[in-house]
Structures are given as structure tokens and as C-alpha cells.
């Protein structure tokens, strides 16, 4: 445990002394103050047209600077070879990669909560503002969105060699997930037989994480009604009281199994040099 809190204490210094961080959080800051100023409206409760951008901007943004910072943090060892100098401690891949999970999931969150905070507070000032539980429920998704990228992204750093590499990587996955994630959808969809649509949609939907959590949060936000009949299951168990705890359950199975994976890599890396 010392030794996770060590590195995890290290990565934290790093993250804030980068100047990306601060450029990601103006850049978050400037973009939801924009669609709430320029999209204002009355008194913000539940899913909305509102609720709905900030989502959408939520899931442009965040998965790409969660997946550079955390893709990055990895690669940039190997580049100025601390990662060599590592290898000789007498510490484990899976404590180095949870300390540095940890170290740069604090970052990455205080860059989402000092955003939300301030456009809570001019949103306030400004508009009518939002219902406090739909606000958190917004800063939930994010985090949520961080949690689940940054394994992924941790992945990634432990596959690559260098930080170009990685940033191939990181656009492939970020372009596939948020950007072509529909269209790629809709083409496989149209090609399987109508009894295989909804057990495929269930799988392909489970392997994005953006997905998943995107529907999660729309259905507790009320608007369930909108991601069609196909997902009437997943509103179900999501409407379920169970729905929250196995949300729960899902996001933590994702982060254990990336960063497993990410861990057996980069121990595999240390034993062959």
C-alpha cells in the first residue's frame, strides 16, 4: 500500500505541473460555458435538450484528453527511460500501474470538478440554472467516462513504445468509439439476420464503454424513451433497483480487466528488456 501511495503521490506532482492539464481544463471550461450561454434556458430537471449537449460534448471531449494524459504517462517513461530504472525496484507491475491509475485519475477528476464547479456557479449566476441532482448526475457520467478511458488508456501506454505511437492509438480508439461508433453500428447491423440484432447490439454495446455509460445516464436522467425499443432490456435493468449496483459492478470489471492487462504488458516488457 505505501508503495501504490508512493508512486500514486508521483504521478500526481507530474500531472500538475503538466501544462496539458490546465489547457484541457480551460478548453472543458470554455465549451460548456458556451452551449449553456448560448443555449439558455429555463430551469434545467431531468433529461433535456440541455442535459443532452452537455452529454454529447462530454463524450467528445473527455475520452480524448483521458486517453492521451493516461496513454501518455506510460509512454513518457519508456521515452526518458525511467521505465528502465523502474524495472530494477523491487516493485510489481500491478502496484506501479494502480499507483499511477490512482495518481492520474485524482488529476483528471480535479479538472472535471473545478469545470463543473464554475460553470455550475455562472450557469447560476446567468441562467436558471440546473437541478442540483441532474447536475451531479452529469458529474457522475464524466466521471464515469474518465474511470473507464483511463484504463483503456493505461492499456494502450503499455502496448506502445512512444508517446507518436500512442497517439495513433489514442485516435483510433477515440474515432472508433465516440465518433464512428454509429454508422460502424448501423452497417453491422443491417448485414445479420433480425434474430441476431438485439443479442449483437447487447455485446457491441458492453464492448464501449461510452455506450454503456451514455445510456446509463440517459435513462436515469428520465429519457429512456429516446434510445429505442432495442434498448428496452438495458432500460429495464437500469430502472431496475439493482440497476445502479450493476452498473457498479460493470465499471469496475472494465478497469480490472484493462488494467490487468495493462499490468501482465508491462511485466512482460520488464522481463524481456
Request: proline share 3%; aromatic share 16%.
Amino acid at each position: 500500500m505505501n508503495e501504490i501511495i508512493t508512486v500514486m503521490k508521483r504521478e500526481v506532482r507530474l500531472g500538475f505541473r503538466n501544462p496539458w492539464s490546465y489547457t484541457f481544463l480551460a478548453l472543458f471550461i470554455i465549451f460548456m460555458l458556451s452551449l449553456l450561454l448560448i443555449n439558455g434556458q429555463g430551469y434545467t430537471s431531468g433529461y433535456s435538450g440541455m442535459t443532452g449537449m452537455l452529454i454529447n460534448l462530454t463524450l467528445y471531449l473527455l475520452p480524448l484528453i483521458t486517453l492521451m494524459l493516461g496513454s501518455f504517462s506510460l509512454t513518457g517513461e519508456k521515452e526518458d527511460g525511467s521505465a528502465q530504472l523502474l524495472y530494477t525496484y523491487q516493485i510489481s507491475s500491478s502496484t506501479l500501474l494502480i499507483g499511477k491509475f490512482v495518481g492520474v485519475l485524482i488529476v483528471l477528476l480535479t479538472i472535471v470538478t473545478v469545470a463543473f464547479a464554475v460553470t455550475g456557479i455562472v450557469s447560476t449566476l446567468f441562467t436558471e440554472g440546473f437541478a442540483v441532482a441532474t447536475y451531479l448526475m452529469l458529474f457522475i457520467f464524466a466521471s464515469c467516462i474518465i474511470i473507464a478511458y483511463l484504463s483503456i488508456a493505461f492499456l494502450i501506454g503499455a502496448i506502445t513504445k512512444n508517446r507518436w505511437q500512442a497517439l495513433t492509438y489514442v485516435i483510433a480508439v477515440w474515432f472508433f468509439t465516440i465518433i464512428g461508433w454509429v454508422p460502424i453500428l448501423i452497417a453491422a447491423l443491417a448485414q445479420l439476420p433480425y434474430l441476431w440484432i438485439k443479442p449483437f447490439l447487447t455485446v457491441a454495446t458492453l464492448l464501449n464503454p461510452a455506450e454503456w455509460i451514455r445510456i446509463y445516464t440517459i435513462v436515469t436522467l428520465g429519457g429512456g424513451s429516446i434510445i429505442g425499443p432495442e434498448y428496452y432490456n438495458w432500460v429495464t435493468w437500469i430502472k431496475d433497483d439493482s440497476g445502479s449496483f450493476a452498473f457498479g459492478l460493470l465499471l469496475i470489471f472494465h478497469v480490472v480487466l484493462y488494467i490487468g492487462c495493462a499490468s501482465w504488458l508491462w511485466e512482460r516488457g520488464k522481463r524481456h528488456g
